[in-house]
């Protein structure tokens, strides 16, 4: 391994590009810390730091062998700006819409659009049984126990971003598979049961 210390940037990418993990390895430690600084410097969150860094890393050994690259020091910089401003458009939305879902009016159903949504709830729980069994474990956590993203992360042992991940893989399953329910819902609340 110390001879791969001596060797440069461009020297260890063409090596990394054909596999070489003691190469991709020595890029890792040159770098990780001057990214994790860049990431930290603006989320204020080591464990985000720490997974977007991982992400950036990932992604350059995912490609290694199609990614042309002149300065590496600037590519991963680059890469690692970008993901942390993904993380906060992200989080923005997630705040924007977790403020959107407390200040909205509740809409008072009849007995009988109460039965039309109890019926849409056991589709949307039927839904979720269909998710893989983390993905359903995640989810459940999070919403029949209200748990945190960190709570259930320490619960369960993996990372946050695997959390949020599962969370948006569960969100976007069931967003698909029950798109007409929503619709229902919406006609409910505007015209009650006139229109049944």
Known sequence: MR????YDNNTLLGLMSKSNELAFTELYNRFWQKLLGIAY????????AEDIVQDVFASLWNNREKVEIDSLENYLASATKYLVLATIKRKERERLYNNHSFNSPVIELSIESSLHYKRILEKVN?????LPERCRLIFKYSRNNGMPINS???ELHISPKTVENQL???LKH?????????????????????CF
């Open 174 to 194: 069931l967003r698909t598979s029950i798109k007409t329910f929503y619709s229902f819902i919406f006609i409910l609340a505007l015209f009650g049961n006139s």
């Open 3 to 6: 001879e791969y210390h001596s």
């Open 41 to 48: 410097s603006r989320l204020q969150d080591t464990q985000l």
């Open 126 to 130: 039927m839904e979720v049984e269909k």
């Open 152 to 154: 259930i992360a320490k």
């Open 168 to 170: 948006n893989k569960a």
